[in-house]
């Protein structure tokens, strides 16, 4: 920032909500606005007492190529990256096939890591105005990929998946008290709503920042 009087908006996404509320907290004077784009308080999202719904699973044929990477990720998560974006993350063998992917396993350890340790954020303490931007897990949407399961995973995502929900919604819930006019919900919209709910969240974001419309 120029200066220490300087304000500015942090806009994040995922488990960037804790760095977003961090900054909430600590930084109060340099914050002017936070925008959490599906970034829930994930303090209390893995606990050992819940049991985790089995995953995509992605098949060989699903790594061949990019172009088939993309299609499997489009079908499984609901997300149809640019091939810049999918490049940066994996790694190629020399027929083209994604073999890896670019980030470390101890990397992702350890953000998890970081993720359990954070406690429960104190909304109050967060004086300075924020927007929440939520896709709402619901237990008729489930998750993309679990269409693609096999009838056995499909019954081990469904004894799994209730109890998060209700957690995900006392999550929000709690995000939302004294916060509602600022809170928006896409139930069963895929976690990337900033590309699969673009419009919306763009109306979203520039009422909650000032910003006009644009003039015809």
Known sequence: ??????????VGHSAAGAELSK??????SRVDKLVYLDAADLSERFVPSRREPPGPDYTDADLKSLWAYQAATARLQALRAPSPAVCFGVRFDANGAIVDSTTPDWITDKINAGVRAIPPTNWASIKVPRLGIFALFTVQARQAWYWYLSPAKKVEF????????????????????????????????????????????VRWMRKFLG?????S
Do not use: C
Request: hydrophobic share 35%; charged share 15%; no cysteine.
């Open 158 to 201: 469904d004894d799994a998946w209730g109890p998060i929900v209700i957690w995900h919604r006392q999550t929000i819930e709690r995000f939302t008290d004294g916060n509602s006019s600022n809170t928006f919900l896409l139930p069963g919209a895929p976690h990337y709503i900033y590309i699969n709910n673009e419009a919306q969240v």
């Open 1 to 10: 920032m120029p200066s220490a009087s300087t304000k500015a908006v942090f």
């Open 211 to 215: 910003i006009p419309p644009r003039a």
């Open 23 to 28: 900054l909430g907290q600590s930084y109060k």
